[in-house]
């Protein structure tokens, strides 16, 4: 059995380009970064630390690109709709007479 190696049409590998862009264009990238991760529930602080850690590499670039005071704009109106807003996840034990979902396991 011949074993299959990636090459330039295989559909999973990864691909990925270098796009010349303005600061206008990195400045809405940070825009979607902050809303997002704003959008999951992180809090001011933690949204600017992941800007300014390099192991993101868009959130890290627009940190440069744009500096802290800027980022720190873009990141307060990302992140003051959702300020009012927490997320808060509970597991409980699922009652035996309770209608299911989806059918059970034999």
Do not use: K, N
């Not at 825009?31 to 933690?46: T, V, Y």
């Not at 868009?58 to 873009?74: D, K, Q, Y």
């Amino acid at each position: 059995m011949r074993r299959r190696t990636a090459g330039p049409a295989d559909p999973m590998m990864r691909v990925g380009h270098a796009v010349p862009c303005e600061a206008r264009d990195v400045e809405a990238m940070a825009e979607a970064f902050a809303e997002e991760l704003a959008q999951i529930g992180f809090d001011e602080a933690r949204v600017l630390r992941i800007f300014r850690h390099p192991f993101y590499g868009g959130p890290h670039l627009a940190w440069r690109v744009l500096g802290e005071e800027r980022l720190r704009e873009i990141v307060a109106r990302a992140v003051g709709p959702w300020r009012a807003m927490r997320v808060r996840v509970e597991d409980q034990a699922v009652p035996p007479e309770s209608p299911r979902l989806w059918p059970r396991r034999e």
